[in-house]
């Protein structure tokens, strides 16, 4: 069974993307069944350790709303602070995903791909990443 933090965190976060007309990628999203059995979230034990909103690979999810700061919160992917100091990869690309680029990311030290591409985020000029 799913972490109760992270259960609430994936509610939070199912709550702000919705699919467009023409998709279905939250189809398997019902948070009656475990949501660890949902296509895009991967467990880890009773953690949440990747979610999968967008793989260029896979085509456009087609997704619109705003990322939901719930994602800080998911256990095994942020510290005590709810950062998600340990992120390696995010992806959200091809999406209609709107808002702005939460000033978080830029904290992010362990983060080697960000992809936020084909989305429409409000960037914010101080964030940069030195790799």
Do not use: W
Not at 31 to 55: M, R
Not at 62 to 86: E, F, M, V, W, Y
């Amino acid at each position: 069974m799913l972490h109760p933090l992270d259960f609430l965190a994936l509610q939070s976060i199912r709550k702000a993307l919705n699919d467009m007309p023409d998709s279905n990628f939250f189809s398997s999203c019902d948070f009656i069944s475990n949501p660890c059995n949902f296509a895009v979230v991967y467990c880890e034990a009773d953690k949440v350790i990747a979610l999968n909103l967008g793989d260029p690979r896979a085509g456009s999810p087609r997704l619109t709303g705003c990322l939901d700061p719930a994602i800080g919160k998911l256990s095994a992917l942020a510290d005590h602070a709810s950062q998600l100091k340990n992120l390696q990869f995010l992806s959200i690309s091809r999406n209609f995903i709107s808002g702005e680029i939460p000033a978080k990311l830029a904290e992010l030290r362990s983060l080697q791909t960000l992809d936020l591409s084909y989305n429409q985020l409000r960037s914010l000029c101080f964030l940069y990443f030195i790799l």
